[in-house]
């Protein structure tokens, strides 16, 4: 399979305080969240695992805490870790964030599209009009 990477971000954009960003997905436009894990820069779906809304909902652009270490759902206060995604306090505590391949390179982040697995037209059959 062919990988397809989108330039999403610059490292010095996702900073200590992370960045939210947005990305196609088949036909849609869905939200992201890079955050920095000591020397690397990951990527989590910005969709809490509680109910299917934004992280940052109330807040744009707002998903940590105030000391930079958790990812917090400003709807449903789920408190979740930003290396491993965990849930570690709210409603959905257990479960973890859904991630985003991504990679750096030349100080800019990239992700693969090819591993989202969106919506895609299916082939025609063949001799169908």
């Not at 989590?44 to 998903?63: E, F, I, T, Y």
Request: with cysteine; hydrophobic share 35%; net charge neutral.
């Amino acid at each position: 399979m062919t990988k397809h990477w989108l330039v999403v971000s610059t490292t010095d954009e996702v900073g200590d305080r992370g960045k939210v960003f947005t990305y196609p997905d088949g036909p849609f436009e869905e939200s992201g969240i890079l955050v920095r894990v000591g020397g690397t820069i990951v990527a989590w779906r910005n969709l809490c695992r509680h109910l299917a809304v934004r992280l940052d909902r109330d807040l744009p652009g707002s998903v940590m805490d105030r000391e930079g270490r958790h990812l917090v759902c400003r709807q449903h206060g789920a408190v979740f870790r930003a290396g491993d995604g965990l849930c570690i306090e709210g409603p959905c505590s257990g479960s973890h964030l859904k991630g985003l391949k991504v990679r750096v390179d030349d100080g800019c982040v990239l992700l693969d599209l090819s591993a989202l697995g969106g919506l895609h037209a299916a082939p025609r059959p063949e001799g169908a009009a």
